[in-house]
């Protein structure tokens, strides 16, 4: 019988391969699903597999409903805007928009979207352990609804956003500020309907009774009711945590909800008092968790000083935007000219065949707060899918692909870098 008692067991499987691909894609955030359209363009048979049921990430799993502007509506996202909201779409690729969405409509559009471009899509399929041969990531194992399954794949792109593959691939990753690790907290965000009559205003007892703006999780008002059909979006609890922890994702989605329910009650019970608390998300909104050592590791004097990068594959003007890792009411907010992303920050110091997309990438906590977005990180999704199949048509390792080649691939697929950003 196997002893437990050494707080560690030795795990000897036998698993079946599902499935094999050019690319395996770990994660259907915006990063994840960006990457898998983009190698699927490339002519590469891609598969995405996501741990929920639904593709958009915290974009629509953590109901954040807002596209953050950073100056930039290009390549993939360009078309994803030109297609889900048509009317938000500005003319150049080099402007901001800040459009509010329906998070339900966007887990639809995003279905039809990857069917049409090709890419299988895994639901309920949770990454379990990254198989490496000779340094190379080839392949992922994976909890399926019919157990564990082996996934492989000539390049692996890691997009949890927590840098999983990556970390149990042996790749050293940091999380939060280096003084103390803190990340930035996590929010539970919901919306509220208006009913056009009073509504039933209920505290359970173990919420909390905020009098005054001060009291306030965040000690401000933050929704949106751009939807213009009586929705208000709210972002304003805030629990300490690092999402990637399982103690503090457990205390985060009990005191989060706790919060959501408190907030609700106090907007009933001050502006807004015909509006029902009308969607609650099935998890808390995760921001910060674990970033890569990458080959680059981008910097806040990156983005103070515009640093602008030959092997740039993104670019945003996005502020840096820290709400306080402390749990405390206030959020570090500071302007920026814009910036660009180098390929490097999604390649893994230490190892082939993996490239790690969205908000996971080599960053310090204060440039993560920049480059976190949704708009940047399907561009990074796009710049990882393409660079992925270029590694794979020309041979090259994804640390050696020829950034000329990616340059114009990226430009085919309709990305315009700009020299300078607009706000
Ligand atoms: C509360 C909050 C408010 C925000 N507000 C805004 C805003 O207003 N505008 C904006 O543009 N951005 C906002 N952001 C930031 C933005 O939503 C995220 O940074 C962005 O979605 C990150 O994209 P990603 O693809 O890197 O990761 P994520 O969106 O985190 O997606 C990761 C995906 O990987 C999946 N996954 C994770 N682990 C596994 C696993 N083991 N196996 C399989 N799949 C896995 C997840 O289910 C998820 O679908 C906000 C974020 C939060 C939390």
């Known amino acids: 019988m196997t002893n437990l008692s050494n707080r ?6 036998t698993v079946p391969v599902y499935d094999t691909a050019d690319v395996v894609v770990i994660g259907g955030g915006p990063a994840g699903t960006a990457a898998a359209i983009c190698s699927a363009r490339c002519g590469r048979k891609t598969i995405l597999l996501e741990h929920s049921g639904q593709l958009g990430g915290m974009g629509t799993l953590g109901n954040v409903s807002v596209f953050m502007g950073i100056g930039n509506v290009t390549g993939i996202y360009r078309e994803i805007i030109s297609e889900f909201l048509p009317a938000a779409l500005p003319d150049s690729h080099h402007e901001s928009i800040w459009p509010q969405y329906s998070p ?44 564990l399954r082996a996934f492989a794949g000539r390049v692996v792109i890691d997009c949890t956003g927590d840098a999983r593959v990556a970390q149990d691939a042996g790749v050293p990753t940091k999380a939060g500020r280096d003084e103390d690790g803190l990340t930035q907290p996590m929010t539970l ?48 609890t805030r629990v300490k945590g690092n999402g990637a922890k399982i103690r503090d994702i457990n205390y985060a989605e009990k005191e989060s909800l706790r919060q959501a329910l408190s907030v609700a009650n106090y907007l009933q019970r001050t ?19 674990n970033q890569i050592e990458g080959r680059y590791t981008l910097t806040e004097d990156d983005l103070t000083s515009s640093r602008r990068f030959e092997d740039v594959v993104a670019q945003t003007n996005y502020e840096i935007d820290i709400h306080n890792p402390t749990g405390g009411a206030n959020t570090d907010e500071r ?27 080599s960053a310090t906590h204060v440039a993560m707060s920049s480059m976190r977005v949704q ?25 050696d692909v020829s950034i000329p080649t990616l340059h114009q691939r990226l430009s085919e697929q309709g990305v315009v870098f700009a020299k300078q950003h607009a706000r």
């Open 375 to 399: 708009a940047t990180c399907y561009a990074l999704g796009q710049a990882a899918g393409v660079a992925a199949a270029i590694a794979i048509e020309t041979g090259a390792s994804v640390a």
């Open 189 to 236: 965000m919901f919306m509220m309907q208006d009913t056009g009559k009073p509504v039933r205003q209920k505290l359970p007892d173990d919420c909390y009774k905020y009098e005054s703006i001060p009291d306030l999780p965040q000690g401000r008002h933050l929704f949106w009711g751009g939807m213009g059909d009586g929705t208000l979006l709210v972002n304003m």
């Open 335 to 361: 302007k920026l000219d814009g910036y660009d992303i180098p390929y490097r920050c999604m390649l893994p110091v230490n190892i082939e065949g993996l490239i790690v997309a969205g908000r996971s990438i």
């Open 104 to 147: 339900f409509e966007l887990r639809h559009y995003l279905n039809g979207k990857l069917e049409k471009e090709g890419v299988e899509v895994y639901y309920h399929v949770s990454f379990v352990s990254s198989i490496v041969e000779d340094n190379r990531v080839v392949g992922v194992v994976a909890n399926t609804r019919e157990g």
């Open 271 to 289: 502006n807004h008092p015909n509006h029902i608390l009308s969607h609650v998300p099935g998890q808390v909104g995760v921001r910060e968790t």
């Open 8 to 13: 560690e067991i030795t795990l000897n499987r």
